[in-house]
């Protein structure tokens, strides 16, 4: 948290562009390629057509485009789960680019473990947003955020005391878990709106597990593990007499990255993240707001 209520911040151009490039990229391939198949055809059976594109050879190139677009899900799917990180650590301002990579397949699952999931939910917003008019190849999308549980006495989020020790601030704790209750109504409403809209299921849940916020684990499709440590000493500082906090930026950390495409012990780690965090969310407990709704 950053000791205060930010607005999202807007697209960039280039976030744009790529998004634009999401939408309509499947949609143009396809008419290439059913135009393809079409005048194979006409070249097949309207002799002056397939006298100017040699008929049977053309004929050849349209069924093979027909093969093509049958299969196109299936070869977007496939390409899109061999791609291997080439950075073996990247910044968490980077999510945008792993939030894009993870919805160009149909059965989405982002899993995140953290402090409030800021930098996260800010490029799920934009992408769930951009599905109202058109989801793509996504068909299913499952989002889960693990945050602490700021009902309970914490040392971290806190209050910065006398010679640097940690107290535990009530009303701190309440503003950061009123943000996570922002995030988690604003894109379970957007869930909720592309699920009625049927092209789409998709949910998005937030839950509290105990302890601080130490670890910060995006987990993409199940194949792909960012994880690194949170700056469990670093402040917010107050305006005037205002106090001080520890308050870790999660937007600061620095995360390595695991994929099943590499090394075994790549391979060894991305499971191991998957067990902890099906394993941790199931023990955990659901926010207030989700038990007042469900009343």
Not at 123 to 152: K, M
Not at 169 to 195: G, M, N, P
Request: charged letters at 25%.
């Amino acid at each position: 948290m950053s000791g205060g209520w930010r607005r999202l911040p807007e697209e960039t151009v280039g976030e744009r562009l790529k998004r634009f490039q999401a939408r309509y990229e499947p949609v143009a391939t396809r008419l290439l390629l059913l135009g393809i198949f079409v005048t194979g055809l006409i070249a097949q059976f309207v002799k002056p057509v397939g006298d100017a594109l040699e008929g049977k050879a053309f004929l050849g190139s349209s069924l093979l485009s027909l093969v093509a677009y049958m299969l196109y899900d299936t070869v977007k799917d496939l390409a899109a789960s061999l791609r291997a990180p080439t950075r073996a650590q990247v910044q968490s301002r980077d999510l945008g680019s792993f939030v894009t990579e993870a919805f160009r397949v149909r059965n989405v699952e982002i899993s995140f473990l953290g402090y409030t999931g800021e930098t996260l939910y800010n490029a799920l917003y934009h992408r769930l947003e951009g599905f109202l008019d058109d989801p793509g190849p996504t068909r299913r999308v499952s989002i889960r955020f693990l945050v602490p549980d700021f009902r309970q006495p914490m040392s971290v989020p806190s209050r910065v005391g006398p010679d640097g020790a940690p107290e535990d601030d009530e009303e701190f704790r309440k503003r950061v878990e009123l943000k996570c209750q922002e995030y988690d109504l604003t894109l379970s409403a957007i869930a909720h709106r592309l699920t009625l809209a049927g092209r789409v299921t998709a949910e998005c849940e937030y839950r509290f597990y105990p302890g601080i916020p130490r670890d910060k684990v995006c987990i993409f499709n199940r194949e792909l593990v960012l994880h690194g440590l949170y700056d469990l000493v670093a402040r917010t500082m107050g305006l005037g007499a205002q106090p001080e906090y520890y308050d870790p930026k999660g937007y600061r950390t620095d995360l390595n990255v695991w994929s099943r495409e590499d090394s075994d012990d790549a391979k060894a780690a991305v499971a191991t993240w998957n067990k902890h965090f099906d394993d941790l969310w199931g023990l955990a407990d659901k926010p207030p707001w989700h038990r007042s709704a469900a009343a």
